[in-house]
């Protein structure tokens, strides 16, 4: 059911923790399943993510996919990071299960959360980025038989 990939940042999930006075901060969640993510971000003067961390509360595929998305923004710019879309993560995990898709989801608005949170800080406006939702499954009812 899952790729040798997922069960390998499920079982070895990569930078795990916290970081302290982190740049950007962000906290998602899902009503429906009732797991939480939270990414932490360090960003230097140039715009670079120089270290990623997450704490996440849920699933396997939650685990795996914060894993793989802190893997995929560290050492990359702001605008780049904005790439690393859930299906960039799952493409990176080589899949899911269609029924784990929702997961991804909340590594990818974790990471947008994070950068808004910066953007915040600093008084900048990051192209592409609008203000994430706290839980990623409001408005989701209607794609309900998508997950
Ligand atoms: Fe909800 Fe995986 S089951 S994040």
Same mark, same amino acid.
């Given at each position: 059911?899952?790729?040798?990939? #997922?069960?390998?940042?499920?079982?070895?999930? /990569?930078?795990?923790?916290? =970081?302290?006075? &982190?740049?950007?901060?962000?906290? #998602?969640?899902?009503?429906?399943?009732?797991?939480?993510? /939270?990414?932490?971000?360090?960003?230097?003067?140039?715009?670079? =993510?120089?270290?990623?961390?997450?704490?996440?509360?849920?699933?396997?595929?939650?685990?795996?996919?914060?894993?793989?998305?802190?893997?995929?923004?560290?050492?990359?710019? =702001?605008?780049?990071?904005?790439?690393?879309?859930?299906?960039?993560?799952?493409?990176?995990?080589?899949?899911?299960?269609? #029924?784990? #898709?929702?997961?991804?989801?909340? &590594?990818?608005?974790? =990471?947008? &959360?994070?950068?808004?949170?910066?953007?915040?800080?600093?008084?900048?406006?990051?192209?592409?980025?609008?203000?994430?939702?706290?839980?990623?499954?409001?408005?989701?009812?209607?794609?309900?038989?998508?997950?």
């Amino acid at each position: 059911m899952y790729s040798e990939k #997922v069960m390998d940042h499920f079982n070895n999930p /990569r930078n795990v923790g916290e =970081i302290e006075n &982190a740049s950007g901060v962000g906290t #998602v969640g899902n009503a429906k399943c009732g797991d939480i993510m /939270r990414i932490y971000l360090d960003i230097d003067d140039e715009g670079i =993510i120089r270290d990623c961390k997450f704490k996440t509360f849920g699933c396997g595929a939650a685990v795996a996919t914060s894993s793989m998305a802190t893997e995929l923004v560290k050492g990359k710019s =702001i605008q780049e990071a904005m790439q690393v879309t859930n299906k960039a993560v799952m493409e990176a995990l080589d899949g899911l299960p269609p #029924v784990k #898709v929702h997961c991804s989801l909340l &590594a990818e608005e974790a =990471i947008h &959360a994070a950068l808004w949170d910066y953007a915040q800080k600093h008084g900048i406006t990051i192209e592409g980025l609008s203000r994430p939702k706290s839980d990623i499954h409001e408005g989701e009812e209607a794609e309900e038989e998508d997950y």
